[in-house]
Structure formats: C-alpha cells, structure tokens
C-alpha cells in the first residue's frame, strides 16, 4: 500500500468512524455506539486487519492531537457564556471542584499503591479524572506519558458515564446541580456528554466543573507531584 493512500486511509477513516459513530449515538443512546468508545475500537480493528505501523498512523493523523491546544482556549467560551450560573453558584462549583480534584488523586493514588503497575502507567493515572487537554498538559509534573495519560482519561470518562445512572439513583442524587459536578468533576468530556443528556442544567454546570477542575490540576500538579510523588 502506497504512503499516500495510507494517508488517506488513516485520516479518512478516523474522521469517518469518528462521525459515523456520534451519529448512531445520536439515534440509540447505548455506551456500545458511543463516540469514545465504538470510534477508537474501529480505528483499532482496522490499524491491525491492514497492518498499518502505529508510527505511519500517527504521522498521518497528528495534527488531529494538534487541534487539543485550539480546544483548550475554547474553553473560554462556556465559562463567559455561563457566567450568571457561577454568580448563583459559586460555593458549591468551588466545592464541587475541589473535592472532585483530590477524590480523583487520592482514588488513583491508592490502586497505584494496591495494584503493580509500570511505572509510565502509575504517574499517568495520576490525572486521569481531568479532560484530555488538561491531563496531558499536568501529566509533565509527574514524569507520565501523555499517550498513555489520554488513554487513561477516555477509560475513565467512559467507564463514568456508563455507571452514572445506577450511581445516581443507589445514592438518591436528584438535584441537577449535584449531578452535574459529579459527571464533570469524575467523568470530564464524556461525563459532561452525558450530563447534556440528563438536562441543559446539568450540561452546564458540568461543562464548568470540568473546565474548573482542568485548569486547577494544571495549576497544582507540581504541588501534587511532590506530596504523592
């Protein structure tokens, strides 16, 4: 297979699988079709069934990882936009925001402790409870990889936003505000996905949890490196 046809196939289909899936989420809300999950299986099955080095994938689609930066700053947008919901609220976001960041590190911090792990995987998980482009931005202060940090933090959204209902209803949590911070704080891009399911408050209050505790982990991770380090 020519280099450039390869190209074409790496972006075309990563694009594609990436769409394709986020529409049949949109027709049947099941975990198996969603976007996090269906598109980089897809992705997955076809890199080994056309033998395609992980190397020639990456180099063909890393701009894609590129577009985090741009994504970052867009961040700024729901934070103006919302900014009366922070007026109301801003006690509890900071609460929220706070306890979700240190439930997050000491959670991760303990299955290192219990489970053997390598050593590229345990700082990785350090920061799993952040969206990506915050996580690969903190994962620095620990030594971890970003790849495997990415990976970690698509897991964790998804496996969130699998059980958030269940979790929900066993700890009769009804409020929108509460379950809105759960999902952005613990579940970040996936969990705020879902949160816009359950109501347009939720997805709000989830959306700036997830961008508060961002950009606090960014803020505090070489403080945390050092005392969980």
């Known amino acids: ?15 594609g699988f990436y769409y394709l899936t ?14 996090m999950l269906a598109a980089p299986l897809a992705i997955i099955a076809l890199v080994l069934s056309l033998h395609i080095p992980l ?3 990456y180099l063909y689609t890393h701009f894609l990882v590129l577009m985090l930066g741009p994504a970052t700053i867009a961040f700024a947008v729901p934070i103006y936009q919302e900014r009366d919901v922070i007026r109301r609220y801003p006690f509890t976001l900071a609460i929220g925001v706070c306890t979700g960041l240190l439930l997050g590190l000491i959670s991760s911090w303990i299955l290192v402790q219990i489970f053997p792990m390598p050593k590229e995987l345990a700082e990785g998980m350090m920061v799993r409870s952040v969206s990506t482009p915050f996580a ?30 269940p979790v929900f209803k066993l700890a009769k949590i009804r409020t929108p505000l509460a379950k809105g911070i759960a999902l952005g704080a613990a579940s970040h891009g996936a969990g705020t996905a879902k949160a816009h399911e359950l109501g347009r408050e939720e997805g709000v209050i989830a959306s700036l949890t997830m961008i508060f505790t961002g950009v606090a982990m ?3 991770a070489p403080l945390f490196a050092g005392v969980l380090g």
């Open 22 to 35: 986020k529409l049949a989420y949109r027709r049947k809300k099941v975990i198996w079709l969603a976007p």
């Open 1 to 15: 297979m020519s280099d450039t046809l390869l190209a074409s196939l790496s972006l075309l289909a990563t694009l």
């Open 55 to 57: 190397d020639d994938y």
């Open 136 to 165: 690969v931005e903190a994962v620095a202060a620990f030594g971890g990889v970003p790849d495997i940090t990415a990976m970690l933090v698509i897991m964790t959204g998804i496996i969130g936003m699998a059980v958030s209902e």
């Open 218 to 220: 960014v803020l505090c």
